[in-house]
């Protein structure tokens, strides 16, 4: 059982987000609070495990909550809500570099649906509440795969977690051995948990790096503007949200544009690589999604692909995982203790299709060591 305060200034969101919570399986809704004074009292008083964080607030907004309750060290986990706006997005990238585990968008009435919200909302704190279930079994000293139910989408089950198929940096044992031609493309997917994930991993990438590197986060519009600019502004290459038609580049990253899908496409002399920004319906509910880039980097860059898996909930990914090393390329997932939710990079593990799993301060020397 997890315990969850709800903080925003409007007494309809209180209500909206409050009745959702108290429909999810262990979780319970201690108190709410409509600002950000009155929020940090109340964090103090009731020790809530997660406090769902309206961004935008008179008096003290979210940013400022999550820096106060870090200095007071109010130890809780704190999920952001926020309004669809630029604004909303920008203090929404900050509040994850702050140590925000993610973001639920407001609903605006055309991009995110009053379902979308509702949805979002409770897989997000219903993984979290997983989560902090598998931790509690840990500090018991027991182990959640001893006591596993039936296995959700996620990778979960509702006792635990699937046990790894594999130790933390082995290879795969079904395949003949590492890749012989060096990458010509790093591709990412990652989810819940992605942008703090991706601001460790991608500012550690090194400047002169050869390869272009194509990013499936799932995210709305304008959000993964933000976070373009955010991984850029951290890091040592140029970082931007993918355009129809552009050429990709050697040493540029390519984040998808939240609410599109993003594939890499051959141009109009059949060498030159181009990005394809597309509409096409959702695959595993998402869109963008990661199969769907995998998919077409494990056909344009057969055999020269190096794909990452990090963290996130659900399966998308993993099928395009199998396409990739399929063709001939490698797969490193991310581990399940660096992990928000262990579902996307757990789906890989578990169809076979990883060849290394490593811990996230880990990743971006074993993609280096692959690349250069």
């Known amino acids: 059982m997890i315990s969850v305060l709800v903080v925003d200034d409007t007494i309809l969101y209180r209500k909206s987000v409050s009745d959702i919570l108290t429909t999810i399986p262990d979780v319970r809704v201690v108190g709410t609070a409509p600002n950000g004074k009155i929020a940090l009292s109340r964090?103090?008083?009731?020790?809530?495990?997660?406090?769902?964080?309206?961004?935008?607030?008179?008096?003290?907004?979210?940013?400022?909550?999550l820096q106060e309750a870090r200095k007071a060290g109010l130890g809780c986990s704190f999920l952001m809500v926020s309004a669809l706006t630029k604004q909303g997005a920008e203090l929404s990238l900050?509040?994850?570099?702050?140590?925000?585990?993610?973001?639920?968008?407001?609903?605006?009435?055309?991009?995110?649906?009053?379902?979308?919200?509702?949805?979002?909302?409770?897989?997000?704190?219903?993984?979290?509440?997983?989560?902090?279930?598998?931790?509690?079994?840990?500090?018991?000293?027991?182990?959640?795969?001893?006591?596993?139910?039936?296995?959700?989408?996620?990778?979960?089950?509702?006792?635990?977690?699937?046990?790894?198929?594999?130790?933390?940096?082995?290879?795969?044992?079904?395949?003949?051995?590492?890749?012989?031609?060096?990458?010509?493309?790093?591709?990412?997917?990652?989810?819940?948990?992605?942008?703090?994930?991706?601001?460790?991993?991608?500012?550690?990438?090194?400047?002169?790096?050869?390869?272009?590197?194509?990013?499936?986060?799932?995210?709305?519009?304008?959000?993964?503007?933000?976070?373009?600019?955010?991984?850029?502004?951290?890091?040592?290459?140029?970082?931007?949200?993918?355009?129809?038609g552009e050429v990709v580049r050697p040493g540029v990253v390519y984040i998808a544009p939240g609410g599109s899908h993003m594939r890499v496409d051959l141009g109009a002399d059949a060498i030159t690589k181009i990005i394809r920004i597309t509409s096409d319906p959702p695959e595993n509910n998402c869109r963008p999604s990661v199969d769907y880039l995998f998919r077409s980097v494990a056909r344009h860059f057969y055999g020269r692909a190096l794909a990452v898996v990090m963290t996130g909930m659900g399966e998308d990914g993993a099928r395009g995982a199998g396409e990739i090393q399929k063709a001939g390329g490698e797969i490193l997932v991310q581990d399940e203790d660096t992990s928000v939710v262990w579902g996307m990079p757990g789906a890989v593990v578990q169809r076979g299709f990883a060849d290394g799993v490593y811990p996230l301060p880990a990743l971006a020397q074993e993609i280096t060591k692959r690349i250069l």
Do not use: C, Y
């Open 94 to 244: 900050r509040a994850l570099e702050l140590g925000a585990l993610d973001v639920v968008p407001k609903p605006d009435g055309e991009v995110i649906t009053r379902d979308d919200f509702t949805l979002d909302l409770r897989t997000k704190v219903e993984a979290l509440a997983r989560r902090g279930e598998i931790h509690k079994i840990l500090s018991r000293g027991g182990h959640p795969q001893d006591q596993r139910g039936p296995v959700s989408p996620d990778g979960v089950s509702d006792r635990g977690v699937e046990p790894r198929t594999r130790p933390i940096g082995s290879i795969n044992p079904g395949r003949a051995g590492s890749p012989t031609q060096k990458p010509e493309v790093l591709a990412i997917g990652v989810s819940t948990g992605g942008p703090a994930a991706l601001m460790d991993l991608i500012p550690a990438l090194p400047a002169d790096l050869p390869v272009p590197v194509v990013i499936v986060q799932h995210m709305p519009p304008l959000f993964t503007a933000s976070l373009a600019k955010s991984l850029e502004g951290r890091g040592k290459l140029p970082v931007k949200e993918g355009e129809n």
């Open 43 to 65: 964090i103090a008083l009731l020790k809530p495990d997660l406090v769902t964080l309206d961004v935008e607030m008179p008096e003290m907004n979210g940013i400022e909550v």
